[in-house]
C-alpha cells in the first residue's frame, strides 16, 4: 500500500468511448504525475501536476485530457482513443520541492484495453 | 538530466547479494542518483537514492563512485520477491517541478532459485 489508489484497475473501451481513469493520494502530497507504460517501453511522463496547475505536457494527444481538482485527486480523460493506446497508466505523487527529496509513490496502475 | 546506462537484465542466485551496475558519466554536481523498481505490472516502487556518500537503508545499499561517474545498487541476500526491472535514474532534486523522473529501459534481475 504506497497511498495512491488508482480505479479502475482494468479497463476495456471501444474507440468511440469516454471513460475516465482516477487517481488519489492519501500523502498530503502537492505533485501529481500521470504516466504511460506500454509493452516492452520504458515508462513516458505524460503530465505533472504542481499545486493543481499543470507544470508540464509532454506532446500528449488532446484525447487525453487530464483534470486535477485539488491536491489529492488527479484525473486522466480519455475519448476517442485507438489501440495503440492501449498500456498501463501510473498515478504518481511527490511533495513539492523545498525540502522534499523527489521521492515518487505510483499507484498500482490502470490497465488500459481499446479495442 | 543526465542519462543512464544498465545492462538490460541479469540473474542472481537466491540468497545470494545482487549487484546492479550504472553509469551516469555525464551527471552534474547537483544531481542525484535514484533508484526504483518495478515490479510485473505493478507501479514501481522507490528504493534508495544519492548524492555522493554511500547510503544504506531496510532495503538496499547504494554505492557511489567517487568521481559519481557510476553507482552499484546492492541487494544484500536476493529473494524470489526481488525478481523485478530496476531503474536507476539522475536527476536534480528541489526545484518547482517537484519529483519528476524519466525512467530508461532497467535492468530486468531474475532471481533463482
Known amino acids: 500500500e504506497t497511498g495512491v489508489t488508482q480505479t479502475p484497475r482494468h479497463l476495456v473501451m471501444g474507440m468511440t468511448n469516454k471513460k475516465s481513469l482516477k487517481c488519489e493520494q492519501h500523502?498530503?502530497?502537492?505533485?501529481m504525475y500521470w504516466y504511460k507504460q506500454s509493452a516492452k517501453k520504458p515508462l513516458e511522463l505524460m503530465f505533472v501536476y504542481s499545486l493543481e496547475e499543470r507544470v508540464e505536457n509532454n506532446s500528449v494527444p488532446s484525447r487525453f485530457s487530464p483534470e486535477c481538482p485539488n491536491s489529492s485527486h488527479l484525473f486522466l480523460h480519455l475519448h476517442t482513443l485507438q489501440p495503440e493506446d492501449s498500456a498501463l497508466y501510473l498515478c504518481?505523487?511527490?511533495?513539492?520541492?523545498?525540502?522534499?527529496?523527489?521521492?515518487?509513490?505510483f499507484g498500482e496502475g490502470s490497465r488500459l484495453t481499446v479495442l | 538530466d543526465a542519462k543512464t546506462t544498465q545492462p538490460p537484465s541479469m540473474d542472481c542466485a537466491e540468497g545470494r547479494a545482487a549487484n546492479l551496475p550504472c553509469n551516469h558519466s555525464?551527471?552534474?554536481?547537483?544531481?542525484?542518483v535514484y533508484w526504483y523498481r518495478q515490479i510485473h505490472s505493478q507501479g514501481p516502487q522507490y528504493i534508495i537514492h544519492?548524492?555522493?556518500n554511500n547510503e544504506t537503508n531496510e532495503m538496499a545499499s547504494l554505492i557511489i563512485t567517487e568521481d559519481r561517474k557510476s553507482s552499484t545498487l546492492i541487494l544484500p541476500h536476493a529473494t524470489l520477491r526481488d525478481t523485478a526491472v530496476y531503474y536507476c535514474?539522475?536527476?536534480?532534486?528541489?526545484?518547482?517541478?517537484?519529483?519528476?523522473?524519466?525512467f530508461g529501459q532497467g535492468t530486468e534481475l531474475s532471481v533463482k532459485p
Open positions: 555525464t551527471i552534474s554536481g547537483n544531481e542525484y
Open positions: 535514474i539522475v536527476r536534480v532534486a528541489g526545484g518547482n517541478q517537484g519529483g519528476k523522473l524519466i
Open positions: 504518481a505523487s511527490s511533495l513539492l520541492a523545498g525540502g522534499g527529496t523527489g521521492e515518487l509513490f
Open positions: 500523502l498530503g502530497h502537492n505533485a
Open positions: 544519492g548524492l555522493k
